[in-house]
């Protein structure tokens, strides 16, 4: 699958998914209930995440949210980050903006304060939108394995470059058991179902570390795939990577999960 293959695919599959519920795109996820009451029910039926970054965000931080579809994440995180804090969306689907734009005003109206700005672009170049070491947390559900294979270096480069030093990149994604053969990968519905574009879950982890991240550490991998499909467990993990500061500092923060009897170390749950 290349670039234009993929992007073409993904285009195909979320334009209009953004307004009618596609239940295969659907993974269950458990979110904090608290933080939905403010969204509004078309942005939540068009979740298409599979995990929950929003979770290691904290007050007053920014927040970039690659891929970030109607905006479910960060309207959730605009709530966690605070009024002084700052949430910016980006994705390329011109109908999954739409509906962000058009419920930003009333998240915002709901909860009070405006944080949240939503822009277009390639999560593969965002020069022009975010500039170097300008974010605190870079956050993603289930966007990167829909970046052609080529692109993918490029892309955890990009999140390197714009996450600050003592920052951190907090990342959801489906990983396979297995490398998936180039049969599967030129299959365009499972692409753009978040299946054949999945790294192997090693390969993934190993990706930040390429990238220059360290404390790289596994907080969820579900025991119960997702799917399998050609003998192949695809299942969902949320990584989150930290980039050192100018004394060689890093910051994981607190694990959110950890009362919830998931230990945090590397390789948990
Ligand atoms: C599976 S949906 C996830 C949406 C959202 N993160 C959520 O939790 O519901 C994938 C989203 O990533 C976007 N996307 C895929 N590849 C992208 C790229 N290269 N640049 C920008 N957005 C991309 C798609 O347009 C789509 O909105």
Redesign the pocket.
């Known amino acids: 699958m290349d670039k234009n293959q ?2 073409s695919a ?2 195909d599959r ?1 334009s209009p ?2 307004t009618t519920v596609e239940p295969a ?1 659907c993974c269950p996820v458990d979110y904090d209930a608290k933080w939905l009451k403010a969204i509004p029910q078309e942005v939540i039926d ?5 995990g929950d970054p929003s979770k290691y965000v904290r007050e007053g931080e920014t927040v970039l ?9 960060c309207f959730i995180a605009s709530q966690v980050v605070g009024e002084h804090g700052k949430v910016i969306g ?4 011109d109908s ?1 903006l739409e509906v962000a734009n058009k419920f930003a005003p009333v998240v915002a109206e709901t909860i009070g304060f405006e944080n949240v700005e939503f822009h277009k ?4 170049n965002m020069q022009e939108i975010i500039n170097n070491n300008d974010i605190d947390v870079v956050v ?4 990167l394995n ?2 052609s294979n080529i ?1 993918k270096p490029k ?1 955890f480069s990009e999140l390197f470059r714009v996450t600050k030093g003592g920052g951190r990149a907090v990342i959801s994604d489906i990983v396979a058991s297995e490398c998936v053969p180039e049969e599967m990968q030129n299959d365009e519905h499972l692409w753009s179902g ?1 299946i054949s574009g999945a790294m192997k879950d090693t390969a993934f982890v190993e990706a930040f570390a390429e990238a220059g991240f360290e404390e790289i550490t596994v907080v969820k991998h579900e025991t119960e795939p997702w799917q399998t499909v050609g003998g192949i467990e695809f299942r969902s993990m949320t990584v989150v990577a930290c980039k050192a500061d100018a004394d060689g500092n890093t910051d994981a923060g607190p694990d959110p999960e950890a009362e919830g009897g998931c230990c945090g170390a590397s390789g948990c749950c």
């Open positions: 993929a992007e993904c285009h979320y998914a953004a795109l068009c979740d298409y995440g599979c949210d690659l891929g970030s579809g109607a905006g479910k994440i980006v994705d390329m689907n999954m672009g390639n999560i593969t993603s559900n289930c966007v829909l970046v692109d892309l978040c």
